[in-house]
């Protein structure tokens, strides 16, 4: 006779096994580009490609392909590319990785209907924000609010990944679970709690349609809004459940998904804000009521996420944590002005400016500090030990809550 | 209220930084940037409360330039130039032209097939602006006190194919008594054709990043300048500036700044000048 307890394990055992298998089936049979073979590929942007001064670039899987500068290449445009697929090798000719290469292939542009609304709507925010702001604070609400990163440049992405700070630009789950503790917190004074969830989650699926419906925000989307439903409810146990099966489920179609730093913030972050969101809210008694729940949730995102906060970018700095404190405040109020300043911007462009005018100071601020101590960048290699650290952070992270559940 | 307070706060430091900004972009002195664009050119010009680029470097170089020295308010480039069709002096102007709007663009005339380029100029007519081409001889009167004179090509040398270089537009900016030139990537035999017709100038950007097909000492002998620029990006594939050229320099006992340190800002009340960088 099973226990009670021993039925919720057994079944997570078994969802548990079923996606090892998944795994393992995929990464073994997955087709891989072979060096020397001609192939065709149909892909579609979903981020802009990189370019240096003499040609743009990108990845398809492991291989890097070249393309020539121009025509220059954006969100929503579909490619068929036909080449060879070739080692990656230095100036010197000596093969520097596993990477593979395809050179300059021919390339038919094919119309990419399906995006093309959205490829109109991220345009239209973005210039909204560019023709009011400098590029540097454009480049970084566009990042903050759609999580593009097309308009930064290489000299101030290199330091938000020095300052630990990239993660705020990055289309990942932590903007959705932002997005929609902002909106909650707002309104659920105003609303009933029911009318205020599913308030919540149509401003969710809206946000998702403003960046395109960018595959990680939609994926963030739905687990946010499982995640927020049942916890909205009162329901944490269910609320954790909802979160689990998402994440199972999006494995189980796309295991590749597994490495992705969008899918571990987005499922992190949500799980961050299941656990701790209450619990910081009857702690935190010195935030100013209003900014109460935003702070909650924001604190207990960041919670949830921050092994991959600080790690998932490669590279970490000593002094991320005090850089994340000292800038995080400022971004749910980045995300709620550059929001209604992308609403406003796709119907009366003109009507958007003052909002941006307003936050001007804050992105400034933003961009300052992160420039300023991006010259102060103590590194910290953790490669080799990085998997332990997480695994330490969440067991300890579970453990003080159980101790606390107890305790009551 | 607290949580307004950011809000408030914010929007004290933007009536500042507005009024503060207001302020020195106000006064009549001419202002002239050499922009640290990596490798390439862009050159960016304030006088009279009138916005002037001359080049844009690769792309996405010169936008946060333009930020640092024209008003947040300002959103108006009164006049656009690109010296030569290679991309390392207009690919930038690509989205300069998403944050600012353009009143006048001028250049030259080699871009027969240079893709790029091309989509430059559709932006700009898609925007109602058609280009001005300019040859030798040519002026362009911002005011009074104020113009630019184009020293090069002359008509037979506007429709190179082979090197596009040689078809670059070289300027003289006047403002009263301070004259600066721009030479583009012009070949040092083509810039010492124009040495007959020219004195001692007090600023002389280097041609071709100061590569030592650019500039020679014929040039320096002539010229004088009292401040050589060289607009170069750091630890680029060329070589650039080349040790001959800065051999020259120093033999010449002539005072230069080089973008690779980052944007180089002159102003000038019509006598003198001063360079920070």
């Known amino acids: 006779m099973l226990r009670r307890y021993e039925i919720p394990l057994l079944i997570a055992s078994i969802f548990l096994l079923i996606l090892i298998l998944r795994f393992l089936f995929f990464f073994t049979f997955e087709e891989k580009l072979i060096v020397g073979s001609d192939v065709e590929i149909e892909h579609t942007f979903l981020e802009q490609p990189k370019s240096n001064e003499f040609q743009q670039y990108f990845y398809i899987d492991d291989a890097l392909v070249v393309l020539p500068l121009f025509p220059k290449y954006s969100y929503g445009d579909k490619l068929k590319l036909k080449g060879t697929v070739e080692k990656l090798s230095s100036r010197d000719g000596s093969d520097v990785t596993e990477k593979l290469i395809i050179r300059n292939p021919e390339v038919k542009s094919i119309e990419s209907e399906e995006l093309a609304v959205f490829k109109f709507i991220r345009q239209r925010i973005v210039l909204a924000y560019k023709s009011i702001l400098p590029p540097r604070e454009a480049g970084l609400l566009s990042g903050v609010v759609l999580g593009v990163e097309d308009g930064i440049d290489d000299g101030f992405k290199n330091e938000l990944k020095r300052t630990g700070m990239l993660h705020v630009v990055v289309a990942s789950g932590s903007n959705v679970v932002l997005v929609a503790g902002i909106i909650f917190g707002l309104i659920s004074g105003l609303v009933k709690k029911r009318l205020g969830i599913i308030f919540t989650i149509a401003v969710i699926f809206f946000y998702a349609l403003l960046t395109g419906f960018d595959p990680p925000i939609v994926r963030a989307s739905i687990m946010a809004s499982f995640g927020f439903t049942a916890l909205l409810l009162g329901r944490q146990r269910v609320a954790l459940m909802s979160l689990m099966f998402s994440g199972w489920l999006m494995l189980m179609i796309s295991p590749r998904l597994v490495t992705d730093v969008g899918f571990q913030l987005s499922f992190s972050a949500t799980f961050g804000i299941i656990l701790f969101q209450k619990i910081i809210l009857t702690v935190g008694r010195i935030v100013p009521n209003l900014l109460k729940e935003d702070f909650a949730t924001t604190l207990a995102a960041q919670i949830g996420a921050l092994p991959f906060l600080l790690f998932a970018f490669g590279e970490v700095s000593l002094l991320s944590i005090f850089i994340n404190l000292i800038l995080l405040w400022t971004v749910p109020i980045i995300m709620i002005f550059g929001l209604l300043s992308a609403v406003l911007g796709l119907s009366i462009p003109i009507l958007a400016s003052p909002f941006l005018y307003l936050i001007y100071p804050l992105l400034a601020f933003f961009s300052e500090v992160v420039r300023l101590s991006s010259n102060f960048y103590i590194p910290l290699t953790l490669d080799s030990i990085y998997a332990p650290i997480t695994v330490i952070y969440y067991i300890l992270v579970v453990y003080i809550l159980m101790k606390r559940k107890e305790a009551k | 209220m607290k949580a307004l307070l950011p809000i408030v706060g914010s929007f004290a430091i933007l009536v500042v930084v507005l009024i503060a900004q207001f302020r020195s972009s106000s006064t009549t002195d001419f202002k002239m940037v050499f922009c640290d664009v990596g490798q390439g050119d862009g050159i960016y010009m304030r006088a009279f409360s009138q916005d002037i680029v001359i080049d844009g470097g690769n792309e996405g170089s010169i936008s946060s330039c333009l930020a640092s020295y024209m008003p947040l308010y300002d959103k108006n480039i009164e006049l656009m130039v690109v010296t030569h069709a290679d991309s390392d002096h207009y690919a930038g102007f690509l989205d300069v032209l998403d944050s600012y709007t353009v009143t006048n663009f001028a250049t030259s005339y080699g871009d027969s097939d240079v893709l790029g380029y091309q989509a430059l100029l559709n932006k700009l007519k898609k925007a109602g602006i058609e280009p001005?081409?300019?040859?030798?001889?040519?002026?362009?009167?911002?005011?009074?006190?104020?113009?630019?004179?184009?020293?090069?090509?002359?008509?037979?040398?506007?429709?190179?194919?082979?090197?596009?270089?040689?078809?670059?537009?070289?300027?003289?900016?006047?403002?009263?008594?301070?004259?600066?030139?721009?030479?583009?990537?012009?070949?040092?035999?083509?810039?010492?054709?124009?040495?007959?017709?020219?004195?001692?100038?007090?600023?002389?950007?280097?041609?071709?990043?100061?590569?030592?097909?650019?500039?020679?000492?014929?040039?320096?002998?002539?010229?004088?300048?009292?401040?050589?620029?060289?607009?170069?990006?750091?630890?680029?594939?060329?070589?650039?500036?080349?040790?001959?050229?800065?051999?020259?320099?120093?033999?010449?006992?002539?005072?230069?700044l080089s973008t690779q340190q980052g944007d180089v800002a002159i102003t000038s009340d019509g006598k003198g000048f001063e360079v920070e960088q």
């Open chain 2, 132 to 256: 001005k081409r300019l040859i030798q001889g040519e002026s362009i009167k911002i005011n009074d006190s104020l113009s630019i004179d184009v020293l090069w090509p002359p008509k037979e040398f506007t429709d190179i194919d082979d090197n596009r270089n040689n078809s670059s537009l070289v300027l003289m900016v006047d403002y009263l008594e301070f004259e600066a030139i721009l030479t583009g990537d012009l070949d040092r035999e083509y810039l010492n054709l124009l040495l007959n017709d020219l004195n001692q100038v007090e600023v002389f950007k280097l041609a071709h990043h100061g590569s030592r097909t650019g500039t020679d000492e014929n040039t320096f002998e002539t010229l004088r300048p009292e401040l050589s620029i060289i607009s170069a990006g750091r630890d680029n594939r060329f070589g650039h500036p080349h040790k001959e050229v800065i051999e020259v320099l120093k033999r010449f006992n002539l005072k230069y």
